[in-house]
């Protein structure tokens, strides 16, 4: 079951949903819009000849931070990470959905290849997995609304959280997802 802006609105008073800053105003009739951060992972394809998934050999990346009112340049084909402005999280009641926003996705831009579910009990600034399939570069600005959020009630709790199976940096170190 999906929960609408009244649902969601009553999770984030009474705590099984974590918004931090909830903004009312980003409070759509089923979901909420969430922003593009300042840190941008990005590879430095130039010294890599390919990735090598089942020999764990992966590219070098790099942390860049752009500046509030500064842009980002996407080129046509790239693919980098992201960082959401929002903390988000749920209790073991709920899960949450990342969806694009079908007005960036009409000029090329792709929010997510394959991360879109996040677990119950996760509590975490996510990542988005950026790619821009235009021919044109899409210029992109911390701040931005980006995507939205979908929440859903399960039928009962879940057995652990997401912290409990193993498949989270807890001190939160590791601001993007390890590929190494």
């Known amino acids: 079951m999906f929960l609408s802006d009244i649902d969601i609105k009553k999770g984030v008073d ?6 931090k800053p909830f903004d009312e ?4 009739l089923a979901s909420y819009d969430v922003t593009l951060g300042n840190e941008f992972e990005i590879v430095d394809r130039h ?15 790099r942390i860049i931070t752009i500046a509030d009112g500064e842009e980002f340049v996407l080129h ?3 693919n980098v990470l992201g960082k ?10 709920h899960l949450i959905l990342l969806s694009g926003k079908s007005s960036l996705a009409r000029i090329g831009l792709v929010v997510h290849n394959t991360a879109m579910l996040f677990n119950p009990g996760h509590k975490f600034y996510p990542t988005f997995e950026l790619v821009n399939s235009s021919n044109i570069p899409i210029i992109l600005r911390p701040g931005m609304e980006i995507a939205q959020l979908i929440f859903g009630k399960l039928t009962s709790p879940a057995t652990k959280s997401y912290e409990e199976v193993g498949r989270f940096d807890s001190d939160n170190s590791n601001h993007f997802a390890s590929k190494k």
């Open 76 to 78: 046509p084909g790239e």
């Open 14 to 19: 009474n705590g099984s949903i974590i918004i």
């Open 47 to 61: 010294q890599i000849f390919a990735s090598d998934p089942a020999n764990k050999i992966y590219p070098n990346t």
């Open 84 to 93: 959401q402005k929002e903390f988000i999280g749920v209790d073991l009641e």
């Open 25 to 28: 105003k980003k409070l759509q």
